[in-house]
């Protein structure tokens, strides 16, 4: 290791040996140093190849001192700490602009992102919180940091497995001036460039923009090109990030109609006009840009311009509207007051503003915050408990953030109230104000204070004041701190844009609706600045703390460059060789007796698995029975205290042999719970089952007795019924015969006295009456005596008479016609694909199988062994992944000595499938295309064979013999797909009593013959020699 990785084991320490460390690390690219937990970090301002995946892997679950310094072990550190202790833990990023806070959060969250679980949902919410950065990114070029990064602090949320669920990230002190104003030498915020260099043609166009920087007002030209930045690309990282955090298209859109119409605003001139009464108003030069702007936001031209022009003045229930001069129409749209910090580095420029004012607040309470957790509260707790302990003086910087926060005389509470009293309120009357209540602050210089020792300082402008950081002086001027703190945007603004027609321009101004006007004034930038601030340092202190402190090696932004002046001031003002000796003096570890006793309490026999007594007793006994060495710890009045991390690797390591051992023991007793409590249940549920059988025996006996004295009851009342029935027909037969008598008698008296009168035509009516009684007579009785409706049903009535030959013959075919057309109109998809298939396997096998006759009455099930349904047959569906067409169980003939083995046959439309019947696993699998042909015999056996096409990949072991009870049915389906297949031919069904089959590289002839009585009645195949199967088939009767 070059020099040493933690300053806590440096000796001798001074400033000069604590420089010198870090300037022989730094010379060798050694950028991370530790003090106790703490990280120092070097800028490198180049690209070190120690963030490669297997570096994140290697500081992977490792102990903090076990591997080098690195910013990945203090990130491994807090996400174990949080996964596996259930402590909540923040990391802080601190340094000056430019010493690469911005990189070392990314390398955090990348870190954290890397070594947390896997999944579909996990890795979406992980690439959602990495690809945030390019959306909430406001960066900009600035003279003080390359890029100026938004300040935003994000809360990354994860379940009890350590997995993120999601995050929450507050942004912070957005630079809103710089949109309209840059200094020379900076440019804009990096979209408007990338919008302009990275978009597409026809995006451009329905913005209404062009790619020249030159057309529009906001852009500062002098930098609008960067060095080693390309605005095309990130434009495109930019798109890509927004798809993948969740914005819609629409909403992308959107967002880009904004930032386009803000370069349109940024080209709005006003031209100075006067009133008949003498007052000034301003109205628009050139009103395309207006237009053009208006149409991107759906805007009335009408309405914007007004609210451009004049501003109105409420109070209660009375509103007075005045016109805006040029310089006041220009003011908002120009001057925005910023937004609230994140953490930014400590900015000291020539010319420091309201801005670097918020900025460097913003760090003293940061500093503030690392003061108080490992300076003051850590040497107070030593004291508090007992601990023997030698005061080392810092510097509070308390004094510092009192003088800036105080509500009554800090200096923003000054500043509100001079925004907030009536009368004439201007920059220089703040001052004064400063100047009248700060004078005797020993952190507060001005040049203009009564009796003031900087009188003669002419480094100290009249308009500036001075305040003395932690980390220096520094000059601010106080031009626009009034302006900027108000941060106002007239209602009549806020009120046009809430009625644009774009959904987006109505979120971000929802004080413009009418129907929720509020008179009350909002807050001024520095009180909401203020109580943010208040907000995260709160956050912060409920969280365990882990510290990065960036440095900055020199001022010029180059690589191999160590300025010892500059580095030495960092250290001063960062307090680390304070932090040195606080960690040198102190101990690495502590933690109260009772959750320190509950985590380590099974490392002794007589600590677990409960210890009755009180817990510092408990762990006293625990670290004598592990023989700790008793300088390594102290016994504090509530806490232990541990001096080296070695001490509690040591605990945690043993900690985790012992977990190891209770997990075995506790599965041991959890078996032999579950098979005792499986046995227990069985035995009950035999009991169960015993009585409910016997109870179904009974009631199954009881119902055969009951249905018994039934049947017997209905016959009795049926021969009783029938025996009446006839009795009565009888009668009425009986009744009827004597009417037909009496008629016939009657008529035939009639005739007999009617006779001689009809004697000339009684010939021909005869006839008449006599074929028409014959039709009449034939037609009843055809219809008494018809066939059934099955179209098979060959029967029909003879014909009385010759002479309806014709009629006859014509009747039996319509009336065949006919019943065909009734019986095919009842056909169901299911029942003609039933039929189809028996069709065509009459087709195939009619005269030609003697097995065939047998199959005619029985139906094609197509899976007889419910695949889908049957709970063993589980894993075999899932790896099917189409529909079964049959499923059966066949035996397929072992090629070495003619025996069968049981194999699941499972045929789809593209492939037949062969599984273990047992276990449902796979063992082949061949594509339909690959089978050319299938043999069968022409007796009563069930044998056939697959015929693999030569040189498919399936051929490798040769064709297929098997047998099954359901060959005409198996058969049949293969030669239907083939038929209905267009990209297949017709599969070729061979039906001989000999055949050959390709066994690997040997063909074997397949030889059928009758079996004789010794034979039995089964179906016998045996291996005759190396090129004849012969299979015996039993003589059907």
């Not at 933690?6 to 604590?18: A, H, I, K, T, Y």
């Not at 069904?989 to 063909?1003: T, Y």
Request: proline share 3%.
């Amino acid at each position: 290791m070059i020099g040493v990785g933690d300053m806590v084991l440096l000796e001798p320490l001074s400033e000069d040996s604590f420089l010198e460390n870090l300037r022989k690390r730094f010379d060798h690219s050694e950028i991370y140093t530790y003090i106790g937990s703490v990280v120092i970090s070097m800028n490198p301002y180049r690209s070190l190849p120690i963030f490669t995946p297997d570096k994140v892997e290697e500081y992977r679950n490792r102990n903090f001192y076990e591997l080098s310094p690195h910013i990945y072990a203090l990130a491994d550190e807090a996400y174990r700490s949080l996964r596996d202790q259930d402590k909540d833990q923040c990391i802080l990023i601190t340094g000056e602009s430019g010493a690469g806070k911005t990189e070392a959060s990314k390398l955090v969250m990348s870190y954290v992102a890397a070594v947390c679980g896997k999944g579909q949902e996990v890795n979406k919410v992980k690439e959602q919180l990495l690809q945030s950065n390019p959306v909430l990114e406001g960066e900009s070029k600035t003279l003080g940091r390359r890029p100026s990064s938004g300040g935003k602090y994000m809360d990354i949320e994860f379940d009890f497995k350590g997995d993120p669920l999601g995050g929450v990230i507050s942004n912070y002190l957005l630079e809103k001036s710089r949109v309209v104003k840059q200094p020379r030498g900076e440019r804009n915020f990096h979209v408007f460039y990338q919008l302009l260099s990275g978009a597409s043609d026809d995006t451009l166009k329905k913005l209404k923009l062009e790619r020249d920087f030159s057309k529009y007002n906001y852009l500062s030209l002098d930098s609008a090109a960067v060095n080693g930045l390309d605005d095309a690309a990130n434009f495109r990282t930019v798109r890509n990030a927004m798809q993948i955090v969740g914005f819609m298209e629409d909403e992308v859109q959107s967002v880009l109609e904004l930032v386009a119409a803000v370069l349109k605003l940024g080209n709005i001139e006003f031209k100075p006009e006067s009133r008949c009464n003498g007052t000034d108003e301003s109205r628009v030069k050139d009103k395309n840009d207006l237009k053009e702007m208006c149409e991107l936001l759906g805007i009335e031209q009408s309405v914007l311009e007004r609210a451009f022009s004049y501003r109105t003045v409420e109070a209660k229930l009375e509103k007075v509207s005045t016109t805006l001069n040029v310089a006041q129409a220009q003011a908002k749209t120009r001057h925005k007051v910023m937004g609230v910090l994140d953490i930014y580095g400590f900015e000291i420029f020539e010319d420091n503003s309201f801005e670097q004012f918020i900025i460097n607040y913003c760090n003293e309470k940061l500093q503030q915050i690392f003061i108080e957790l490992t300076l003051r509260e850590e040497q107070e707790e030593y004291v508090r408990e007992g601990i023997e302990w030698t005061n080392i003086e810092y510097f509070n910087n308390a004094i510092i953030c009192d003088l800036i926060e105080n509500n009554q005389n800090g200096i923003l509470a000054m500043l509100d109230e001079e925004c907030l009293r009536p009368g004439t309120v201007t920059d220089e009357t703040f001052l004064d104000k400063l100047n009248t209540i700060c004078a005797e602050h020993q952190h507060f210089e001005s040049r203009l204070s009564k009796n003031s020792k900087f009188l003669t300082d002419h480094s100290l402008p009249h308009s500036c004041f001075r305040i003395q950081h932690y980390a220096g002086k520094v000059l601010y001027r106080v031009e626009g701190f009034v302006d900027k703190n108000n941060d106002l945007l007239y209602r009549d603004l806020s009120q046009a844009m809430y009625k644009a027609n774009h959904s987006l321009i109505k979120q971000l101004f929802p004080e413009g609706n009418p129907a929720k006007v509020n008179l009350k004034r909002p807050p001024t930038a520095g009180t909401q600045f203020k109580t943010s601030v208040g907000t995260l340092m709160r956050n912060l202190q409920t969280k365990n703390p882990n510290y990065i402190r960036c440095i900055k090696p020199n001022d010029k932004k180059a690589s191999h460059i160590f300025t010892e002046s500059l580095v030495c001031h960092q250290v001063r003002y960062l307090g680390l060789m304070e932090n040195v000796r606080v960690r040198r003096a102190g101990y690495a570890f502590r933690q109260a007796y009772e959750p320190c006793l509950e985590r380590y309490k099974m490392l002794c026999k007589k600590t677990w698995p409960h210890w009755r007594g009180p817990a510092r007793e408990g762990v006293e006994v625990l670290m004598a029975d592990l023989q700790v060495p008793a300088e390594e710890f102290s016994y504090g009045r509530s806490k232990i205290f541990i001096r080296n991390p070695r001490t509690l690797f040591f605990l945690e390591e043993r900690r985790r042999q012992c977990l190891q051992d209770l997990a075995a023991l506790i599965q041991k007793i959890y078996r032999g719970w579950k098979c005792r409590s499986r046995f227990l249940l069985m035995k009950k549920s035999q009991v169960v089952v015993s009585a409910w059988y016997r109870r179904y025996a009974q009631q199954k006996k009881y119902k055969q007795v009951k249905s018994a004295t039934t049947v017997v009851q209905s016959y009795t009342r049926g021969w009783q019924a029938r025996k009446l029935l006839r009795e009565l027909k009888y009668q009425k037969r009986c009744e009827e015969a004597v009417t037909t008598i009496s008629a016939f008698w009657h008529g035939t008296q009639v005739r007999r006295e009617y006779r001689k009168f009809f004697r000339a035509n009684a010939g021909k009516k005869i006839y008449e009456f006599t074929i028409q009684r014959i039709m009449q007579k034939y037609f009843l009785g055809l219809k008494s005596s018809m066939p059934s409706m099955s179209p098979i049903d060959r029967k029909w009535p003879a014909r009385p008479y010759r002479f309806l030959d014709g009629v006859h013959t014509e009747l039996r075919r319509i009336f065949h016609l006919w019943r065909c057309k009734k019986y095919r109109g009842q056909f169901t998809e299911e029942r003609k694909a039933v039929y189809e298939e028996k069709l065509e396997a009459s087709e195939i096998f009619k005269d030609k199988k003697a097995l065939y006759p047998s199959s005619v009455s029985q139906p094609f099930k197509g899976d007889y062994l419910e695949i889908s349904k049957n709970p063993k047959y589980q894993k075999l569906n899932s790896a099917v992944d189409e529909k079964v067409l049959l499923a059966d169980v066949v035996n397929k003939i072992n090629r070495a000595n003619g025996k069968g083995t049981a194999r699941i046959f499972l045929l789809t439309k593209k492939s037949v499938l062969l599984a273990d019947q047992k276990t449902g696993q796979v063992k082949a699998s061949v594509p339909l295309p690959d089978v050319a042909s299938v043999s069968v015999s022409t007796q009563s056996d069930g044998f056939f064979a697959l015929k693999l096409k030569e040189g498919s990949a399936s051929a490798v072991k040769g064709d297929f013999l098997l047998s099954s009870e359901h060959l005409i049915e198996i058969i049949t389906k293969l030669h239907r797909i083939g038929a209905t297949a267009a990209d297949r031919e017709q599969l070729n069904v061979d039906i001989s009593d000999e055949f050959l089959v390709q066994f690997k590289q040997d063909k074997v002839c397949v030889k059928f013959i009758q079996g004789g009585p010794k034979n039995g009645s089964s179906v016998s195949c045996k291996r005759k020699n190396n090129r004849l199967l012969e299979v015996s088939v039993p003589t059907t009767a």
